[in-house]
């Protein structure tokens, strides 16, 4: 399997989980059940992505920019360029980018930028994908620019979960088996940090696990049981959503059509689970794992961020990260 059906199916498949996950989004495993059944696909007829597809989107420009050169100034460059004076608000955007934008337009730079009160969000993580594809087969270089990438926004455990990401789907780039894409992402994190014990938790749990030992109901109790913080009245944080999407991504088996579906229906911050674990399934297992129904989302909508990203198509985005890497 080449590079680009790979890229193709880490970048469609993040932006595939998102738009299954969104309207999902904060719900809990048992009021989706409830709506909605099993899940076995899109939950509306009317599938579309949100700002985990549009920052992703935008990061990916970045990438394509300035390759391994990339700096965190170059980021908040970017940022304060073409989202800081944008008007008519950010929709759906989360704490993480609006606390980031009234940072920059405060004058304050990376990292200092990150350091606000949601820096340990999964902001970074929905978007880090796109530095594992274009570090394909070095997860050390892709933890390193989610890391760049990510002190615009994040700091901490935020930046954690972006790196753990990006290392896995690089090694997953690169033709690695479930067990090694879980071991680069646990790698590229401290141990003892809330994001690697989340990890090792889901790696626990899940791991072996992938249709008859134990039905995946059991799973996804323990995983939530074990992974969320219920006191925290927001669902976006980083190291349980990174937990959540690797455990559905091991329960899984790295199964696109399984893993995808599995992350949405566990809940909490849905579209970003579940695009983590597209990203991770996709890139595994390429473009050709996508079920057919599910490739055409259509274009991204630049609901959030705007023209910068309105209209971009995400595999051509996984191309273009390939061919800046030749």
């Known amino acids: 399997m080449n590079l680009p059906e790979r890229a193709r199916g880490c970048l469609v498949g993040l932006a595939v989980g998102d ?64 989202l800081a004076g944008r008007t008519g608000g950010f929709p759906g955007a989360g704490f993480s980018e609006l606390g980031t934008i009234e940072n920059l337009r405060a004058g304050l730079r990376p990292p200092a930028s990150g350091d606000h009160l949601h820096s340990w969000s999964d902001g970074l993580a929905m978007r880090a994908a796109v530095h594992g594809v274009f570090a394909a087969g070095d997860p050390v270089e892709a933890a390193r620019l989610a890391a760049v990438d990510g002190a615009v926004s994040h700091a901490g455990e935020g930046i954690y979960a972006g790196q753990a990401v990006a290392a896995g789907v690089a090694v997953a780039m690169s033709g690695g088996v479930l067990d090694d894409v879980v071991a680069a992402a646990i790698a590229s994190v401290p141990g003892d940090s809330w994001t690697g ?31 969320v913080t219920p006191r925290y009245p927001w669902t976006d944080l980083g190291p349980e959503a990174v937990g959540l999407a690797f455990g559905a991504f091991i329960a899984a088996g790295g199964e696109f059509s399984v893993a995808v ?30 079920p057919p129904a599910w490739v055409d989302i259509g274009p991204v909508t630049g609901r959030c961020l705007g023209d910068v990203v309105a209209g971009l198509h995400l595999a051509d985005l996984a191309d273009h990260l390939v061919g800046a890497t030749s």
């Open 19 to 82: 738009a299954m996950g969104a309207p999902a989004e904060n719900m809990t495993a048992g009021a989706i059940a409830e709506r909605w059944g099993e899940v076995t696909g899109f939950l509306t007829d009317t599938p579309a992505g949100t700002d985990d597809t549009e920052y992703a989107a935008f990061s990916a420009l970045l990438l394509i920019d300035h390759g391994s050169q990339l700096t965190s100034a170059a980021v908040a460059d970017a940022w304060i360029e073409h």
């Open 197 to 227: 014990m989340a990890l090792a938790t889901a790696r626990e749990h899940a791991h072996g696990n992938t249709g008859e030992s134990q039905a995946w109901s059991v799973i996804a109790e323990k995983l939530l049981d074990t992974l």
């Open 261 to 290: 579906p599995r992350a949405v229906s566990m809940g909490r911050d849905a579209d970003t689970t579940a695009a983590i674990a597209g990203a991770l399934a996709g890139a595994m297992g390429g473009y050709s794992a996508i």
